[in-house]
Nanobody, 124 residues
Framework: QVHLVESGGGLVQAGGSLRLSCAAS??????????MGWSRQAPGKERELVAV????????YYPDSVQGRFAISRDNAKNTMYLEMSSLKPDDTAIYSC???????????????WGQGTQVTVSS
């Protein structure tokens, strides 16, 4: 079973940038076979899918809330996925987690193996 660990969160001022990482480990590692995604969950709010990437990186999805500000990428040789976040807003404050999906999706229900997440706090 794959184990996903997020890192790179922190405190940033509004308008700033952060780069999150999601590292996969475990046996057997099949990271390169799966779609990968990032979600976020703020206190008192439902989990929101914020980015998805195909196994070879040629397809991505972003909801309107982050389109043009967030960029998802992956390095299959390193079993790692990234989320570049720019022009951050206080509303982006949340715990950001990564997970795998067996296919292309724009919803949360197909994702599994969620990591524990990394906190992103954007101050105004």
């Amino acid at each position: 079973q794959v184990h996903l660990v997020e890192s790179g969160g922190g405190l940033v001022q509004a308008g700033g940038s952060l780069r999150l990482s999601c590292a996969a480990s475990g046996r057997p590692i099949s990271f390169h076979n799966y779609f990968m995604g990032w979600s976020r969950q703020a206190p008192g709010k439902e989990r929101e899918l914020v980015a998805v990437i195909s196994p070879n990186g040629d397809w991505t999805y972003y909801p309107d809330s982050v389109q043009g500000r967030f960029a998802i990428s992956r390095d299959n040789a390193k079993n790692t996925m990234y989320l570049e976040m720019s022009s951050l807003k206080p509303d982006d404050t949340a715990i950001y987690s990564c997970a795998q999906s067996p296919g292309a999706t724009r919803t949360l229900d197909r994702f599994f193996s969620w990591g524990q997440g990394t906190q992103v706090t954007v101050s105004s």
